[in-house]
């Protein structure tokens, strides 16, 4: 079983390339919590995120506080721009009465336009180069039940409590700014995608 967040694709296209691996089966994370689903059982349980500022996305940071795993094998999977930072170790803090097993991360564009620039697809190849091997080696990992103890590599989490996540928390997740321009179809997709934007009334906008 795979649980992922994607915001952008990244994760769900690492989420697809791990369950055709070994069929597994794929749930939204946005969708558990839509559907109050959090009890999970199964041979082997797959977590992937995005990092954001060093450590978890609210949103995945929320379910897997409430999430309850059953299973012989829980690794977790980041995919970064940068650097994974603290997110290994502030997942595991975040599941209760459960440690993960094993950490992985994979390497893929970020979509924060004031560092990378991705343009054109020379460009985003600079960002892609390893990923596909990285994903064969976490396909690998979980075939062969590996486990470690952390995120390779990663920042001291006292740094990502300290400094990222309340630069997070107190800037970037503000959505004070969102609008809906004239570019807009309303199929009403951001708003499922994203609780945030159905909080404030963007699925009103769905034709």
């Known amino acids: 079983m795979i649980l ?22 794929v749930l939204p994370i946005v969708d558990c919590i839509r559907e109050k689903r959090f ?7 797959g977590v992937i995120s995005p990092v954001y500022d060093w ?10 506080g ?3 795993f059953q299973t012989s094998y829980l690794y977790f999977v980041a995919t970064y721009g940068t650097t994974p930072g603290a997110i290994g170790a502030l997942a595991n803090e975040a599941i209760k009465g459960r440690n993960i097993d094993a950490y992985y991360s994979v390497r893929m564009p970020d979509t924060w336009t004031p560092i990378f620039d991705l343009s054109t697809p020379e460009k ?3 960002y892609t180069k390893h990923t596909e ?7 690998q990992g979980v075939r062969d039940r590996q486990t470690n103890r ?3 590599p990663c920042t001291p989490a006292i740094l990502t409590k300290l400094i990222a996540e309340p630069i997070y928390n107190n800037r970037v997740r503000r959505t004070a700014h969102l609008h809906v321009e004239d570019g807009c179809i309303g199929c009403g997709l951001c708003a499922k995608k994203c609780r945030a934007l159905s909080a404030c009334g963007a699925e009103n906008i769905a034709m």
């Open 4 to 25: 992922y967040f994607s915001a952008t694709g990244n994760c769900k296209y690492v989420a697809k390339r791990l369950a055709e691996a070994d069929g597994q089966e």
């Open 150 to 152: 952390h995120m390779c």
């Open 55 to 64: 450590g978890l996305p609210s949103i995945v940071k929320e379910f897997l």
């Open 124 to 126: 985003a190849a600079k």
């Open 133 to 139: 091997s990285e994903i064969d080696r976490v396909i």
């Open 66 to 68: 409430q999430a309850a």
């Open 39 to 45: 009890a999970f059982e199964d041979g082997t349980i």
